[in-house]
T-cell receptor, first 111, second 113 residues
């Protein structure tokens, strides 16, 4: 069964304290892995798509990497405005457009 | 990125009434849209896949007669929660596919009294 597991569930960082969020996945075949940011009471905002192992994408203080079993979202020198829930999703090659979401990591960056 | 607009952002209704939520793709045509439900501090639960001009495909356990989905045009899908009850209170989010990526609306917080 296709599955996505994110860790940790919650993370508190001091401003400037870099860290990584993990997304482990099990799929029959990976079409793509997606990272989203979700603020409270809002819909998820697209961040990155990764398609193959070894691929990396960067945007400001965020960098996403992908292996055959997991993806990491690295946050460098975070700021309070980076506080949000970060969701990971995978899309399998099984013939549908379904995305399988993890439960997210709630990040809080303290000033 | 593609823009998906969802309305209303918040609705409070009495038990037994019906509520319609609209989801529009503003700058692209969306053949396929998805409807999700999200409980506090939980992830997105796919309710149904909406295809323009055809019947929606519902996930297991989702009552199609309670959650009516209409995708009458390439830019509009609607979700109607019929005879809403307090247990239907939740955050509903729509999304649309554009170039292989999912873009989300801003969500609708439904509270049924």
């Amino acid at each position: 069964e296709d599955q996505v597991t994110q860790s940790p569930e919650a993370l508190r960082l001091q401003e400037g304290e870099s860290s990584s969020l993990n997304c482990s996945y099990t799929v029959s075949g990976l079409r793509g892995l997606f990272w989203y940011r979700q603020d409270p009471g809002k819909g998820p905002e697209f961040l990155f798509t990764l398609y193959s192992a070894g691929e990396e994408k960067e945007k400001e203080r965020l960098k996403a990497t992908l292996t055959k079993k997991e993806s990491f979202l690295h946050i460098t020198a975070p700021k309070p405005e980076d506080s949000a829930t970060y969701l990971c999703a995978v899309q399998a090659t099984s013939g549908t457009y379904k995305y399988i979401f993890g439960t997210g990591t709630r990040l809080k960056v303290l000033a | 990125g593609a823009v998906v607009s969802q309305h209303p952002s918040r609705v409070i209704c009495k038990s037994g009434t019906s509520v319609k939520i609209e989801c529009r793709s503003l700058d692209f045509q969306a053949t396929t849209m998805f409807w999700y439900r999200q409980f506090p501090k939980q992830s997105l639960m796919l309710m149904a896949t909406s295809n323009e001009g055809s019947k929606a495909t519902y996930e297991q356990g989702v009552e199609k007669d309670k959650f009516l989905i209409n995708h009458a045009s390439l830019t509009l899908s609607t979700l109607t929660v019929t005879s809403a009850h307090p247990e239907d209170s939740s955050f509903y989010i729509c999304s649309a596919l554009q170039a292989g990526k999912l873009f989300f609306g801003s969500g609708t917080q439904l509270s049924v009294l």
